[in-house]
């Protein structure tokens, strides 16, 4: 109990001591130095720091107006970076307009057409000079396609007339194989003709026994 009515009268003794203090010095000019002093002029009561509402008031309200002017410090920044933005913007497009219609000019100074088609001068002469490569080209592998197919059809009529010989020289050695198979197969035939008639004469010979 006694601890309290002691810890109000220091709060009531600091709080007017604080007051007076207040209206003669001059407000700190950053949040440090308030917060500082804030610190300073607080007493202590045991563990506690002790400090007055009219103090806390001011440095809330000291933060308040601080950070209100940095926003609108911010927000004025901001404003400006915009307004050269745009101005940047605009320089842009203008330098990109007067370098499209430079190059425009350089364009048709560089190009020619030819039956509608826009070509640059060099690469007209790359053009043509590819034209009569690519004739010389298609020419050279006609005539090289020509002479393989000349060649292709002698070595198929070469063929043709070796297979023909091969066929005819099968067929001959075919047709003295099967005559030979023929004669042996009457040979056999009159072998087993023979032979029957053995057989029927032993029988004849066993059945007058």
Not at 9 to 31: C, R
């Amino acid at each position: 109990m006694y601890k309290i009515i002691f810890f109000a009268f220091i709060i009531l003794n600091f709080s007017l001591t604080t007051l007076a203090q207040d209206g003669q010095e001059a407000p700190p000019s950053n949040l440090n130095e308030a917060f500082e002093e804030l610190k300073d002029k607080s007493a202590n009561y045991e563990q506690y720091q002790v400090v007055a509402n009219a103090r806390l008031d001011a440095f809330w309200k000291q933060i308040t107006d601080t950070l209100a002017a940095r926003e609108n410090a911010y927000n004025n920044t901001l404003s400006e970076i915009r307004d050269l933005n745009n101005k940047m913007e605009a320089m842009q497009a203008d330098m990109e307009k007067k370098d499209q219609q430079m190059a425009d000019n350089q364009y048709l100074v560089d190009h020619l057409k030819v039956l509608g088609i826009s070509f640059s001068k060099t690469g007209y002469v790359y053009f043509n000079f590819f034209i009569i490569l690519a004739l010389a080209v298609v020419i050279g592998l006609g005539f090289n396609r020509y002479k393989e197919n000349e060649k292709i059809a002698v070595d198929k009529k070469k063929l043709a007339e070796t297979a023909e010989a091969e066929l005819e020289d099968y067929k001959k050695k075919a047709k003295e194989k099967e005559m030979k198979l023929r004669r042996e197969l009457q040979t056999e035939i009159n072998k087993n003709e023979d032979l029957n008639k053995e057989i029927i004469q032993l029988k004849k010979k066993k059945t007058t026994n």
